[in-house]
């Protein structure tokens, strides 16, 4: 599974270890355990460790991590009950594991609150770029936040609030992750325009290859699930199109 990562390099550079972020790997595995945090912590992260999902809970609490990687298969409960229990504490980007090429796991993951997914066996080099990538992306939000675009994005019933990040569908919230959020911003920043997976996965994900395009169409589907399959349109072959109202 290795993946050339364009701004792995600069990511790297701009972890600085004054500004160490923490990390907290929950994997039962000894082994995965070990070389997943001796690589991050060799990246200039902070990293714990929680082999079963009470411990991570608890971890979680207690340590308040920046971002948590977690395994789907965990002695205690699950890590999709860590993943629901983690986010009700507060927000925090989930890199999730699962040892199934099993897209029902992936879409029921980003369901309750992850924000990207790999599947076993990964390369370290992959795994630790898309922490970076996850964090960024945090960071990004953090500055928008800050210095929020004026108004509210308005395609028929669908409204995108950039200051809050928050989404209506009918006027009814929809709760994104932030992945979920910047894919759908990407789409709407050209509506009906088709955009490519390539393209999404160097905007959304700062990719620039197109080994991941089956990351692009798993977060397609768990975001046609929020705000209506409709809403997107598939054009076989090259990519999505949000779909607007005929004027």
């Known amino acids: ?10 990511a790297a550079t701009t972890t600085t270890p004054g500004a160490q972020r923490r990390v907290l790997v929950v994997e039962d595995d ?22 079963d999902g009470p411990a991570a809970v608890d971890t979680a609490e207690a340590w308040q991590p920046d971002l ?12 999709l009950e860590v993943c629901r229990r983690v986010q009700a504490q507060r927000p925090v980007p989930v890199l999730m594991l699962t040892a199934r090429d099993d897209e029902t796991d992936m879409l029921v993951g980003l369901g309750v609150g992850a924000d990207d997914y790999m599947t076993k066996p990964f390369s370290m080099r992959e795994l630790a770029a898309r922490v970076h990538v996850l964090l960024r992306r945090v960071e990004r939000a953090a500055i928008a936040a800050s210095t929020p675009r004026s108004g ?46 390539e393209q999404l996965l160097a905007e959304v994900w700062d990719w620039a290859d197109a080994s991941g395009t089956r990351t692009v169409d798993s977060h397609i589907k768990a975001l046609r699930r929020k705000i209506g399959a409709e809403r997107i349109r598939t054009v076989h072959g090259v990519g999505y199109a949000l779909e607007t109202p005929t004027p």
């Open 1 to 10: 599974m290795e993946q050339t990562h364009t701004s792995q390099s600069g």
């Open 30 to 51: 000894p082994t995965i355990v070990d070389a997943i945090a001796a690589r991050l912590r060799a990246e200039g992260f902070l990293v714990q460790t929680a082999a």
């Open 68 to 79: 948590l990687i977690l395994d789907i298969m965990l002695p205690g409960f699950d890590g």
């Open 152 to 197: 509210i994005l308005r395609l028929g019933e669908l409204e995108i609030d950039h200051a809050q990040r928050r989404v209506r569908v009918k006027s009814e919230d929809v709760h994104l992750t932030p992945t979920e959020f910047d894919l759908l911003v990407c789409l709407a920043n050209t509506p009906r325009a088709v955009l490519s997976r």
